[in-house]
């Protein structure tokens, strides 16, 4: 039997600690099950409007990155690349390829940075009209950017294939990275909308952090090189450890360091499940501050 108060459903007794905390870990994915049919239909009207009124319209979808990877392997190729161990890269092209991967995750991450303060407000007209899942929009929002990062990942396996002869066991492996890495997003944007949905504040913020970020997230150089207390200091910006961990993955053809990707992991989690907790603190305040 069940109670309603204040217009949420809860279950009559005392429940335990372990209960309510199982009940937190799993309530992400049952809300996201229970809204599966919300989700889809925002999603897809998302990615229809994104090229919206354009004649190309999806060709700009790969147009965009195929003409970045172009560009980089014609800029870049025979750069030097520090293979895991200290080893030099055998293709001419993998510093292209090693760029073009640390910039599909760094993109990924700003979008969603950028996006997100505002994402609340973008949907106001239906967070206040109607009984709208407000926490469903940063899920939307990011899965909306994976769509396209995931398009400039599988060219970025096509020319791996095409400029070396060969394409890594490894990338079998990607779903394994892919997958904390967007939860990390997801947690992110929950944090960030819901503190946007009050300040402009964190607009502001987002918009000088994350230019900074790309000189102190390893794009465009390797922290093999580095000291091991210099490394240390890089991992503290988790974007370094998925980073790493994609290049091991695609270009390098080796298994990541298993503490990075137990770091990695860790951040993800703690991310995911932090936004969702403040996100939904902060859930009944929201359509009246928007």
Known sequence: MLHIVDGKTVAPGKRTILARFADFLSSPFTSAWRHRDLIDAVLRRELAERFKGSAAGWVWAITAPLLSLIVYTIAFAGGPVTLPGGGQSPSKF???????????????????????????????????????????????????????????????????????????????????????????????TWTLSAAGAFTRDTAYLMMTVAPLLMFATPVFFSTDTFSPTLKLVFYVNVLTGFIEVLRYLVVFGQLPNPWVCLWVLFCSVVTFYFGFWFFGKQRDSIADVI
């Open 94 to 188: 993998d510093y292209a390829l090693f760029i073009f991967g640390g910039l599909i995750a760094f993109n990924l991450f700003t979008e969603m940075a950028y996006r997100a303060p505002s994402l609340l407000h973008e949907y106001a007209h239906f967070i206040k009209q109607t009984i709208f899942p407000a926490e469903m929009l940063p899920i939307i929002s990011t899965l909306r950017a994976t769509f396209y990062a995931t398009i400039g990942l599988v060219l970025m396996l096509i020319a791996q294939f095409a400029l070396s002869g060969t394409l890594h066991l490894t990338v079998l492996l990607l779903p394994l990275w892919l997958v904390p890495f967007v939860a990390f997003l997801i947690g992110l």
